[in-house]
């Protein structure tokens, strides 16, 4: 099964929920005789030539095997997007990159001219206001 299409299916999920899904899918793949070579072999020696036995290490072997495949994907596409996201907050960072003079805070668009956010400048005033009589 593509991972998409897997991804769909246990995406929103709990993780006992997730779980069912797997299981649901390995027995989808041997009604349809599509068996995972891996999880076979791996099946077959712990079976130890009893049927049932195979087929019980079969089904836990590919869903061990399907739950690491979708955790790798899942961290790839997690990679990917953080990626992308620091790209964007990069180009957002050259593009515009004042800070507040006295805290450091990032500046809002709106304030591109001056040097100070506006919690800075709030107190400022209010400093001015007591000093100035």
């Given at each position: 099964?593509?991972?998409?299409?897997?991804?769909?299916?246990?995406?929103?999920?709990?993780?006992?929920?997730?779980?069912?899904?797997?299981?649901?899918?390995?027995?989808?793949?041997?009604?349809?005789?599509?068996?995972?070579?891996?999880?076979?072999?791996?099946?077959?020696?712990?079976?130890?030539?009893?049927?049932?036995?195979?087929?019980?290490?079969?089904?836990?072997?590919?869903?061990?095997?399907?739950?690491?495949?979708?955790?790798?994907?899942?961290?790839?596409?997690?990679?990917?997007?953080?990626?992308?996201?620091?790209?964007?907050?990069k180009k957002s960072?050259?593009?515009?990159?004042?800070?507040?003079?006295?805290?450091?805070?990032?500046?809002?668009l709106f304030n591109?001219?001056?040097?100070?956010?506006?919690?800075?400048?709030?107190?400022?005033?209010?400093?001015?206001?007591?000093?100035?009589?």
């Amino acid at each position: 099964m593509n991972f998409e299409k897997m991804r769909s299916r246990i995406f929103g999920l709990e993780d006992r929920l997730v779980e069912d899904e797997l299981y649901r899918i390995v027995w989808e793949e041997i009604e349809s005789n599509k068996i995972d070579p891996a999880a076979r072999a791996r099946s077959i020696e712990e079976g130890a030539g009893d049927e049932g036995k195979t087929r019980a290490a079969y089904i836990k072997h590919r869903v061990r095997r399907l739950k690491t495949e979708f955790e790798i994907h899942q961290r790839e596409l997690n990679e990917k997007n953080e990626r992308a996201k620091e790209a964007v907050d990069k180009k957002s960072a050259e593009k515009h990159p004042k800070t507040c003079s006295l805290c450091g805070t990032k500046l809002g668009l709106f304030n591109a001219r001056g040097s100070l956010c506006a919690s800075c400048s709030k107190k400022i005033l209010k400093t001015k206001r007591f000093v100035h009589f």
